[in-house]
């Protein structure tokens, strides 16, 4: 794979810096803490339903971005992106560790059953990540974004996951591959793993079904 365009300083402008932007905003943190808030208030359209989405965000979501940050910050990984796969495991570890004690404590305290399923997927997910991680390069964008597109359709509607999910899951896996982040390979490997993992939810846990 080539270097990624937004590698050198030099290329933060124009284009590159707009599809950076846009891969840092629908980022599987940002995509899973939306998905939450949204499981979480339509079994609970109330200030508890709020309080579980706040937790699971804050457990899921933004505790392996700022382990991520303090590593960036005290030079334990180079680039946020961390091309360097070795770079990745203690954002890993972090973040399965993050996604299971989610899905205890929802377990535990009876929370919202699709936000107890989505931390359950949040494990899963990641662990496959993680290990695959310590061989190649896979997208978690693609898998983030697939399953967001396919827990959008069997929760609400496929209408609203074609219309709107959708084009981002488009947008995705081309500025990944504009950027030079993924090849195709790995963008397709992360789309088949976020397809199969929602796949076991439904017919292993019963969830989102």
Not at 7 to 30: E, Q, W
Not at 43 to 59: H, I, K, Q
Not at 121 to 128: D, G, R
């Amino acid at each position: 794979m080539h270097t990624p365009r937004d590698f050198h300083k030099d290329d933060h402008t124009g284009r590159v810096k707009a599809a950076r932007l846009f891969s840092n905003i629908v980022s599987p943190p940002v995509m899973f803490a939306v998905i939450g808030l949204a499981f979480a208030l339509t079994e609970e359209p109330n200030l508890t339903g709020l309080a579980w989405a706040v937790f699971y965000g804050l457990l899921v979501s933004l505790a392996p971005i700022l382990v991520v940050l303090y590593l960036l910050r005290t030079g334990r990984i180079k680039e946020l992106h961390m091309s360097n796969t070795g770079e990745r495991h203690i954002p890993y570890v972090t973040a399965v560790a993050s996604a299971l004690l989610a899905f205890l404590v929802i377990s535990w305290l009876d929370g919202p059953e699709l936000l107890r399923c989505l931390a359950l997927l949040n494990t899963i997910n990641l662990t496959a990540l993680g290990l695959i991680n310590t061989r190649y390069l896979i997208s978690i964008h693609a898998t983030g974004i697939m399953a967001t597109f396919l827990l959008t359709g069997v929760v609400y509607s496929w209408t609203l996951a074609w219309v709107v999910v959708f084009p981002l899951l488009v947008g995705v896996c081309y500025v990944r591959l504009y950027l030079k982040r993924h090849t195709w390979t790995q963008v397709i490997t992360g789309l088949l793993l976020g397809l199969v993992t929602v796949w076991l939810m439904q017919t292993i846990f019963g969830c989102f079904v």
